[in-house]
Each structure stands twice: as C-alpha cells, then as structure tokens.
C-alpha cells in the first residue's frame, strides 16, 4: 500500500504487524514498544526487544464513533461513523485498539470474533496518504 | 477511630454546575466563600489553600491554589496545587489532610473549579506524537467515551446486561438531581427517552455520557481538635482517602492507553485497579461496605455506575444490574448511590469533581440535603477513576 506510517514506530505497514516490545529480563510485552525502564516494578532490566505482535486476535469489546472526534484526528468530509474494537491477543496477552476497517460497523462486530491486523489508510494530506493499522474479521471463521 | 487519623469538615461550599463561559477563578471563589461562610471561620483564618489545578485555563490553572488564594487576597497561607485528572479534588484534599495531621496546618481550604470547553474533551495542542493521549485521538479517534462504550459492552457481554439497564442508572440519577440546587440538569427523564437520544460510543446513548461542565466546589478542613473546640455540631470527619495506583499489570484498558499491560509472564495483582482504589479506604477506615449509608460514584457512563456497585463491594461480580432493579440504589433504598445526581446531573468539571462528591456526602451526613435527604445516613464513601493511573476514594462519617 502506498503511503508511509502516520506515526513511526506502532506498527510495520509491509507486514501488516503491530510492533510491540519484550523485555529482555523478564518477557513482558508492551504496546506500544517499551524504552528505558521495564514497566514490570520487580524487573530491572533496561532492554526490550522489538517484536512484531500476534497479527489475529479476539474481540475483547468494541464500540462506536458516532460523532466525529475533535482534532487532531483527521476526518473525512462529510464525517463518516466508524468501529473501534479493542482485540485480546493471547500469545502475549495484551488487549490492543484500533479501528475497525471502514466496511466493518459495530453492528457487525461480537465478543469474542477473530480479527486480524490490516494496514489501512488514515488520511490523506499534501504529502500523501498516511497508514495506520486496523482490524478486520478474519473472513474465514465469519 | 482515633482523632490521630481523622480531620474534620468545618464547612462545603458549590458553585452551581452549568456551561457559564466565565473565568473558573470566579467558580472557585464563590465556593471557597460559601464553604467559609458555612464553617463560620474568616479567610483569614485558612493557613493553608490546596488547589485542585485545571489543566485547559492556562496559567492561572496550572497553579490553582495560589490563583485562588490571590483571588481571596494573598495572606501568606501556605499553598499547593494538584493535578491527578479526575482525582486532581481528592488529591488536594489528601494534602490537606497530611498538613493538619501533621499539625502544620490548623484550618485548610481545599478548591476546584473548571471552566470546560463545548464538546468531546480534547486533548492540549500541539503535534505531540510521544503524548498518548494525543496520538489515542489522532490515531483512532478514541475519545473518553470511547472508552466507556468499551466496558458498557464488555459487561453486556459477560453478565447479560441491557441497554434498558444502563437507562436506568440515568432515570434514577436525573430524578436524584432534580432536587439539587447545584445540578447542571434538573429534569427526570424516562428509559425511552434516553434511548431515544443519538448513540455516541455504541452500545451508549448521549444522555447516558456525562457533559462537561463549568463549576466550583470548595471545603474548610481542620483537626478535630480544633472542631471540638469551636463547638462545630454535628460532627462531619473525614476518616480515609484513597489515592492509590495502579498495579502492574493492569489488564483493564485505560484511558488514554492503546493497550493493557500484558498478563503474558507476570503474575496478577489480586484486585482491578478500580477494586484496590476503594480497598485501601474500607482498609485505612477499617470499615467494610455493609458500613456504609450512600456511596458518590463516578458515573462517567451509565454503565460506569454499574461496574462501580461491584468494585465498593455493594453486590457480588454480575449483580449491578440486580442491586439496581430493587431499588437499593435510589433515595429511600438501602444503600444510595449518587444522590447528589451524579455526573449524569452535573456533568464533569473534573478539578472539582472528587470534591464536589465530599460536599454531597457532607450535606447528606447534616441532613442539609433538602429534596433528596437520605434518612439516617452516617457512613458516605466517594469513589472515581480518571486518566494515567489515577483515581480516589473518600470516606466521610458523621
């Protein structure tokens, strides 16, 4: 997809992957990736390991944005409502948001649906579109 | 419990909820003078002003206790200032009462006050990508409400309940409201009603969101000691602040954050974060929930409200929505929660919040609370939640 990130860092927009971190000492996983300290308090250890997370998960909950959201989210004109899902990842056992791909509203979504990670375009300003990740069902467990 | 740990509320003080566009110094002062004017003591008394700080009124905001204290006439008191999103009023208060055990302080006013901009809260401008509270908006377009619309349906999904449940946290806070001079919103309301209003952060309706309001809320705090000698009757104590953070990990999602801690290799904490913010108060106060006479929650939603019932320890996990149907929760019931209205009837004006919520308990406990007198009321425990890790409860006894 053409573009490049909205945001360095939160994700790799080629393979369609949040990028989160592990700690080195203790194996925690963070998103978005941990600098500096470990945020686990009995763990002293500084390095993290950045690692591309589990692309499929599960809807842990989901809601809506029926109202436009003030900036700096970037909306399209006229605003369209769209899906925001919160989706468990078990391997490393975080809860992660994003939107819903723009064809997927609330009203399709359920507790518990397999979703997979998209890269998907945010907007689009002067110097191109801008990509950022979103979920989509997994069209094969639908 | 011993005088050593307890300080007593001499006086509580509000101005009025609304959307008045005027600067907030004008909502604390008027509070503050209302709370000295309701404890008998002169303003030149206070040797101590903890502010709780606005963080979109520039300045002036960001060191609320000495904006406060010029705008009542500097007089030398000690001064200090608090931002803990919407624990910023407990926290202030929490300083309060460490001076005055400590015996550096003898009479303390403790004020809020916020002037709130129409709309979504928004967050502090600028290209801010290392903010998580700006990127969540950027990004996502996550609002609070986002959020609130997240665990509304994630408790719908695991205890079964409905939207019609939910309507009825507001039904029961409106009419509370309806009887309170300082609400923001004084008319009942019926289920159909807020369903009826558009739908905001699915599966919640815009009357089931609280606003954003302007107003001011203010207390005068001393020792008991200095209570007892001024012959102030009856006797109003508050017995236990909780401001307590998180323990890692939290695996509940929090604003502003893309993601929960991750539960992968570290063990779990005994208690949600909501939990332990009101078991350090029932365990600082040595009380228990069957103690208490009306809880003032956070009810920044009303599904909000539900998950709170639970986390006091009213109900068992699952059975909110029960408590709720019985009446228990209502004026008249067993045990009132949010008589005051709630957020639903004030909306949020987040430095006076937590402080506005001890007003109420106060007047409660006085049965001064003309309207919505809750009979025989003796215990009151405050509980709320905001941004980045805070959150507070109070426990008020007559």
Wanted: hydrophobic share 40%; aromatic share 8%; glycine share 10%.
């Amino acid at each position: 997809m053409n573009g490049t990130a909205a945001v360095e860092g939160f994700f790799d927009p080629e393979a369609q992957a949040l990028l989160g971190s592990r700690c080195t000492g203790c194996g925690t996983y963070a998103f978005p990736a941990k600098q500096g300290l470990c945020p686990n308090p009995r763990c002293q250890s500084e390095t993290h390991d950045v690692v591309p997370l589990s692309r499929r998960g599960k809807v842990w909950s989901y809601t809506s944005a029926s109202y436009q959201p003030p900036p700096p989210y970037v909306p399209t004109d006229p605003f369209v409502p769209f899906a925001i899902v919160a989706v468990e990842l078990e391997a490393e056992g975080l809860v992660v948001l994003g939107q819903a791909i723009a064809s997927v509203g609330a009203e399709e979504l359920s507790v518990g649906m397999e979703m997979e990670v998209v890269t998907d375009v945010l907007f689009t300003d002067d110097d191109g579109p801008k990509l950022v990740w979103k979920f989509q069902p997994v069209e094969a467990t639908r | 419990m011993t005088d050593a740990k307890r300080i007593a509320v001499l006086g509580v003080g509000m101005h009025p909820w609304g959307k008045w566009g005027r600067n907030f110094v004008e909502y604390g002062v008027v509070a503050a003078r209302a709370a000295l004017a309701d404890a008998g003591v002169e303003w030149t008394q206070v040797d101590l002003v903890a502010g709780a700080d606005t963080i979109r009124n520039g300045y002036p905001g960001f060191i609320a206790g000495a904006t406060f204290a010029q705008a009542l006439g500097f007089t030398g008191a000690r001064v200090s200032s608090s931002y803990a999103a919407c624990a910023s009023g407990a926290q202030a208060i929490a300083n309060a009462r460490a001076q005055i055990l400590a015996g550096l302080s003898e009479v303390a006013l403790v004020v809020g006050a916020d002037t709130t901009p129409k709309g979504f809260f928004a967050p502090v401008g600028g290209n801010r990508t290392d903010d998580p509270d700006w990127l969540r908006f950027h990004l996502l377009g996550a609002t609070n409400p986002t959020y609130f619309g997240l665990y509304a349906r994630r408790r719908m999904e695991r205890f079964g309940s409905t939207s019609e449940d939910f309507a009825q946290v507001k039904v029961k806070n409106a009419r509370h409201g309806a009887a309170n001079p300082n609400a923001r919103y004084r008319k009942e309301v019926t289920i159909e009603e807020v369903l009826a209003s558009p739908m905001v952060a699915d599966p919640l309706h815009l009357q089931e969101i609280c606003a954003t309001s302007d107003g001011g809320a203010a207390l005068i705090l001393s020792s008991v000691a200095f209570a007892k000698a001024h012959g102030i009757q009856p006797l109003v104590t508050i017995d236990a602040v909780s401001t307590v953070t998180p323990v890692y990990p939290n695996t509940t999602i929090e604003m502003p954050n893309f993601a929960t801690d991750s539960s992968a290799t570290v063990a779990l904490p005994p208690r949600s974060f909501r939990e332990s913010i009101t078991a350090a108060v029932y365990e600082e106060a040595g009380i228990g929930p069957e103690d208490l006479s009306m809880a003032e929650v956070y009810d920044l939603s009303t599904a909000l409200e539900l998950d709170w019932y639970e986390d006091l320890g009213l109900c068992g996990e699952g059975e909110a929505e029960q408590l709720l149907r019985s009446g228990a929760t209502t004026i008249g019931g067993r045990i009132p929660v949010n008589p005051s209205g709630g957020l639903g009837s004030f909306g949020e004006a987040i430095p006076a919040q937590a402080i506005a919520q001890v007003v109420e308990a106060v007047l409660q406990l006085r049965e001064q609370a003309t309207g919505r007198q809750i009979a025989n009321a003796n215990v009151a425990i405050t509980a709320n939640q905001g941004l980045f890790g805070h959150g507070s409860s109070v426990l008020i006894r007559r």
